[in-house]
T-cell receptor, first 114, second 112 residues
Framework: GAGVSQSPSNKVTEKGKDVELRCDPISGHTALYWYRQSLGQGLEFLIYFQGNSAPDKSGLPSDRFSAERTGGSVSTLTIQRTQQEDSAVYLC????????????FGPGTRLTVT | SQKIEQNSEALNIQEGKTATLTCNYTNYSPAYLQWYRQDPGRGPVFLLLIRENEKEKRKERLKVTFDTTLKQSLFHITASQPADSATYLCALAGDSNYQLIWGAGTKLIIKP
């Protein structure tokens, strides 16, 4: 079956512009996660969604970042007024549930803010 | 606060030898520990999961141990091959948590 997909694969934007990153999780996965990874660094948790529960936004670095998940499936991460420090790879993952289940990652979106 | 430590320096191993990677954690009692592989430019790929009541788990050339007393997991790759070269991440989770706590990863280089 299809894995997690993300689009676009690469995005170059000018400082101050807004960007939207999309994630299509594996069908039937109730949990969806967004992470950020800077070059040579580990995964930085941003936000996760679980079913119809309120999302855990505790990892979002500022109020310029927001995310939504429509119909329990597709998710969009929006970064407003982008800054150069937002440049990173943004990874999406989905899972069947809690920590006893593995996470399946998409290929990521490489964001470059010039 | 919860903390995971993995060797920050790259691990160089000769082809055919066993590679052993370490994951230590503090201030946490995980119910599960997971290992992932990440290749450059790609998302992590799940390898193995071990539960707190399991001492050891094997999958082909991979073996994971979990010592809740030492708060440590060891990840072994036997008969290592250059294709095993990648960054390996460990991650912890509680029984009721959806979030995983991630280590920064260890880069493994297998030399022919």
């Amino acid at each position: 079956g299809a894995g997690v997909s993300q689009s676009p694969s690469n995005k170059v934007t000018e400082k101050g512009k807004d960007v939207e990153l999309r994630c299509d999780p594996i069908s039937g996965h109730t949990a969806l996660y967004w992470y950020r990874q800077s070059l040579g660094q580990g995964l930085e948790f941003l936000i996760y969604f679980q079913g119809n529960s309120a999302p855990d936004k505790s990892g979002l670095p500022s109020d310029r970042f927001s995310a939504e998940r429509t119909g329990g499936s597709v998710s969009t991460l929006t970064i407003q007024r982008t800054q150069q420090e937002d440049s990173a790879v943004y990874l999406c993952a989905s899972s069947l549930g809690r920590g006893g289940y593995e996470q399946y990652f998409g290929p990521g979106t490489r964001l470059t803010v010039t | 606060s919860q903390k995971i430590e993995q060797n920050s320096e790259a691990l160089n191993i000769q082809e055919g030898k066993t590679a052993t990677l370490t994951c230590n954690y503090t201030n946490y009692s995980p119910a599960y520990l997971q290992w992932y592989r990440q290749d450059p430019g790609r998302g992590p790929v799940f390898l193995l999961l071990i539960r707190e009541n399991e001492k050891e788990k094997r999958k082909e050339r991979l073996k994971v141990t979990f010592d809740t007393t030492l708060k440590q997991s060891l990840f072994h790759i036997t008969a290592s091959q250059p294709a095993d070269s990648a960054t390996y991440l460990c991650a912890l989770a509680g029984d009721s948590n959806y979030q995983l706590i991630w280590g920064a990863g260890t880069k493994l280089i297998i030399k022919p």
